[in-house]
């Protein structure tokens, strides 16, 4: 049995440390990986785990989106991406599933106007109140420096 162990050990090790499984966001206390603004609002904390398990944290979409842009000139290669849904804070979701509304009339943490849904119906709920603009995950990427130009 402790022969069998010994084996199994070494494998066990090197699975666990190879996950690509998010973190928690601990408001209040975790840094931005692009800003390093401590991350403070629930309602727009992000996150990046890389294929290989290491994990970025972002306080704002707008943040993990110009990370990225400067992460495709690197080895590392985005295993998840996660957004909180603005009407879920605290929870996180992937991205290429959710829905952005940039709204002048909701203002996030990095000034670009920008909130994730998990659905386009929650998007579409928080649109008929501040207006604005929803996205998916595609059409946010391709639209961004667009977005960035007219937003600050």
């Known amino acids: 049995m402790r022969r069998i162990f010994i084996a199994i050990f070494p494998l066990l090790l090197f699975t666990s440390s ?13 840094n931005c990986a692009h800003c390093e603004m401590t991350i403070m609002d629930q309602r727009y904390g992000t996150e990046i785990v890389t294929s290989k398990g290491k994990v970025y944290k972002f306080d704002s ?30 929870n996180l979701v992937n991205a290429g599933e959710s829905f952005v509304l940039h709204s002048k009339n909701l203002p996030s943490p990095m000034g670009l106007y920008l909130s994730a849904f998990e659905t386009e119906a929650a998007a579409g709920f928080f649109q008929d ?17 667009m977005i960035k130009l007219a937003g600050r």
Not at 18 to 30: A, K, L, M, N
Not at 71 to 87: I, Y
Not at 130 to 136: D, H, L, R, S, T
Request: charged content about 30%; aromatic content about 14%.
């Open 61 to 90: 979409v707008e943040c993990l989106v110009e990370f990225l842009e400067n992460l495709k000139n690197k080895k590392e290669k985005p295993g998840k991406l996660l957004v909180t849904p603005f009407d879920h804070p605290g």
């Open 129 to 145: 109140q501040y207006g604005g603009k929803i996205y998916n995950w595609d059409g946010l990427m391709e639209h961004f420096d």
């Open 18 to 30: 190879c996950s690509i499984e998010p973190e928690p966001i601990y408001y209040g206390e975790d």
